[in-house]
């Protein structure tokens, strides 16, 4: 009978730790309950080493393999690199809330969610799934065993819908909650494809400019002026051309070397925090990120709680798919306030990220014991809140790309008429 390590709360709120001898994960759960504790964690034990195959002694070959040693060779197949798109996953889920709802048994609902499924990586998961559920495993123990496809959140709520009976109600949440965050990370990215295209096309202009026609104006100024010392500006901009020109190759690595180097940064500790405190505190494009990420952490754990996911599991979740240092910080603390038997609100102040009003619904919702509730209609009204600032932002960036690209464009070409203009004021004298 195989092992589970535990961390569960007591009812005077302290932790505790230790292992049970039970047959599946679900058990462990219905067990600690069953003493009174609060489960927060549950993991299968280490499982020790299988025992090698009869026939095999001590420093002989390997099944399949050379004497001491094995040949690991992993080729990675296009469409099987073990992740499926949102889109897709969420029209699985949908599907199989619609099956299960309608009455039709899990396994032979997956099963016909298999024969239909046009993505590989989905048909091959739900393919073991199906083995796994009728092989006695949970639904929430056979997708545990995806971790790439299905994250924390996915799992935790299926489990809490097995618990509770009510399956199809947490699979018909999930893909609402999945479609509503696709729908907010769609509009941000549509909001962001005209910015992009502008720059692409100030890179490109400039690239030209710079690299073409700035040095012919050089060779025409050379046979004019005579040897004579041009403007200021017009050397400045000269030097830059010559310096793209002659050493284009070097520039890019520079370009490339910049942008590498930024992405190193920020997947440190301190560089990561600051990067994303930059985003939230940036201009324009901070109010989109800062409501986005309010709706977020307000939809995940109004559908966490309301399917029956405990609070500080739900919390433990919420903090790992923030998606942003500083509000997965904020709700750390509110683990552990809540841990302490204290309230929610307090470090969620603290923190200075969530506005008074989110702050302010959120301690009616703890006071009136319609917390879930509050969060959802919190993450409905910041979903407007973003559709509005993601306009905003749209309105505010196109003359501020246009802008730019003049003041750039505009630079080069008085930088190239100043010396015409020098030359025609002493011709007119």
Same mark, same amino acid.
């Given at each position: ?90 029209? +699985?889920? $949908?599907?199989?809330?619609?099956? *299960?709802? &309608? =009455? ?7 099963? %016909? !969610?298999? @024969? ?33 496809? +299905?994250? $924390?959140?996915?799992?935790?709520? *299926?489990? &809490? =819908? ?7 109600? %947490? !699979?018909? @949440? ?256």
């Amino acid at each position: 009978m195989p092992k589970f390590h535990y961390v569960a709360i007591d009812a005077r709120r302290k932790e505790t730790k230790g292992t049970l001898d039970v047959g599946s994960q679900s058990e462990a759960i219905n067990r600690l309950k069953d003493m009174g504790l609060y489960p927060t964690k549950v993991v299968e034990a280490d499982k020790t080493k299988e025992k090698a195959p009869k026939g095999q002694k001590g420093g002989g070959k390997e099944k399949g393999g050379k004497k001491g040693g094995s040949l690991n060779i992993q080729i990675k197949i296009p469409g099987l690199s073990g992740r499926v798109k949102t889109k897709v996953l969420t029209t +699985f889920t $949908r599907q199989l809330a619609t099956l *299960v709802d &309608a =009455g039709l048994p899990l396994l032979r609902g997956l099963r %016909v !969610l298999e @024969r239909q499924e046009r993505n590989p990586t989905l048909k091959s998961t739900i393919d073991k799934m199906s083995l796994a559920v009728e092989g006695g495993s949970t639904f929430s123990e056979s997708l545990a065993q995806h971790p790439k496809i +299905f994250n $924390r959140l996915f799992i935790s709520m *299926v489990k &809490a =819908g097995e618990m509770g009976g009510v399956l199809e109600v %947490v !699979l018909n @949440r999930l893909a609402d909650f999945m479609e509503k965050a696709q729908k907010i990370k769609g509009k941000v990215i549509a909001a962001m494809f005209y910015p992009s295209a502008v720059l692409v096309v100030a890179t490109g202009v400039l690239s030209v400019l710079m690299v073409w026609v700035v040095p012919k104006f050089q060779q025409i100024f050379a046979d004019m002026l005579q040897g004579e010392e041009l403007p200021q500006f017009t050397r400045i901009v000269l030097a830059i051309s010559n310096t793209v020109k002659n050493h284009f190759f070097i520039t890019f690595i520079c370009v490339v070397a910049f942008f590498i180097l930024l992405k190193l940064v920020t997947r440190t500790k301190i560089g990561r925090r600051l990067f994303d405190k930059f985003k939230l505190m940036a201009p324009v494009i901070g109010p989109v990120i800062n409501k986005v990420a309010i709706a977020r952490f307000t939809r995940t754990l109004g559908t966490l709680v309301s399917s029956g996911v405990p609070i500080l599991q739900a919390l433990t979740i919420v903090k790992e798919t923030a998606g942003n240092v500083v509000i997965g910080e904020a709700v750390s603390s509110v683990h552990e306030s809540v841990k302490e038997g204290e309230t929610i609100t307090a470090p969620l102040e603290a923190s200075r990220v969530f506005p008074p009003m989110v702050i302010s619904m959120i301690d009616v919702g703890e006071q009136t014991g319609a917390l879930p509730e509050m969060l959802m209609k919190i993450a409905d009204t910041y979903d407007e809140e973003v559709d509005n600032a993601v306009s905003a932002m749209t309105s505010l960036l196109e003359p501020i790309m246009i802008v730019f690209l003049a003041v750039i464009v505009g630079s080069i070409v008085i930088a190239l008429f100043l010396p015409l203009i020098s030359l025609m004021n002493k011709l007119g004298t």
